[in-house]
Nanobody
Framework: VQLQASGGGLVQPGGSLRLSCAAS????????MGWFRQGPGKEREFVAA????????YYADSVKGRFTISRDNAKNTLYLQMNSLKPEDTAVYYC????????????????WGQGTQVTVSS
């Protein structure tokens, strides 16, 4: 599975962005998916995850109520809608896929995209 994240950019505090993660090479419909991020000088951290069916979602406490993870299996694409963005959301965002049950651990994912930069600044 090859994953390609896109949709990052520069946005002002309080603004919104929607990230996409397009898959190729294999259908995503049987894979659990997740988003992680790595801010400047920080370790990569869990952001959100969604089960293969889309019926179960998990969020980090820091983004709960502001970010929404979703997927369109027909389009083989994962999304992350980010609202009320804060400067501390500045990071490179990575999408990941797993053949197994979704996890909040990086080690729980076998496939990773290349990352897209999100910068929240006035």
């Amino acid at each position: 599975v090859q994953l390609q994240a896109s949709g990052g950019g520069l946005v002002q505090p309080g603004g919104s962005l929607r990230l996409s993660c397009a898959a190729s090479g294999r259908t995503l419909s049987t894979y659990g998916m997740g988003w992680f991020r790595q801010g400047p000088g920080k370790e990569r951290e869990f952001v959100a995850a969604i089960s293969w069916s889309g019926g179960t979602m998990y969020y980090a406490d820091s983004v709960k109520g502001r970010f929404t993870i979703s997927r369109d299996n027909a389009k083989n694409t994962l999304y992350l809608q980010m609202n009320s963005l804060k400067p501390e959301d500045t990071a490179v965002y990575y999408c990941a896929a797993t053949k197994f049950q979704v996890s909040q651990r990086q080690s729980g994912y076998e496939y990773w995209g290349q990352g897209t930069q999100v910068t929240v600044s006035s």
